[in-house]
C-alpha cells in the first residue's frame, strides 16, 4: 500500500518554506541595529520571497501545461 500526494502539494510546500525561511532567518547584526537597515532587509528579504514564490508557482502552471494536465 502506498499513499500519492497530490502534485499542488509540491509548490504549495515549497511556498510555505519560502515564506518561513524569509520570516524566521537570523539578519545578521554587526552590534549596531539601523531602523533603516532593518526595514531595507525586511524589504529585501520580502521581494525575495514574493519572486521565488512566483517562480515556483510558474514552474508548476509551466509543468502542468507541459504535462498537457491544465
Known amino acids: ?5 497530490p ?3 509540491v509548490p504549495l ?3 510555505v518554506l519560502i515564506w ?3 520570516i524566521f532567518w ?5 552590534g549596531v ?3 533603516l537597515r532593518a526595514l531595507v532587509l525586511a524589504l529585501v528579504r520580502f521581494s525575495a ?3 521565488a514564490t512566483l517562480l515556483v508557482w510558474l514552474a508548476y502552471l509551466i509543468w502542468l501545461v507541459v504535462a ?3
Request: net charge negative.
Open 1 to 5: 500500500m502506498h499513499v500519492v500526494l
Open 26 to 30: 537570523p539578519s545578521a547584526d554587526e
Open 49 to 51: 520571497a514574493s519572486a
Open 13 to 15: 510546500s515549497l511556498t
Open 33 to 35: 541595529s539601523y531602523q
Open 20 to 22: 518561513v525561511a524569509a
Open 7 to 9: 502534485i499542488w502539494l
Open 68 to 70: 498537457g494536465g491544465a
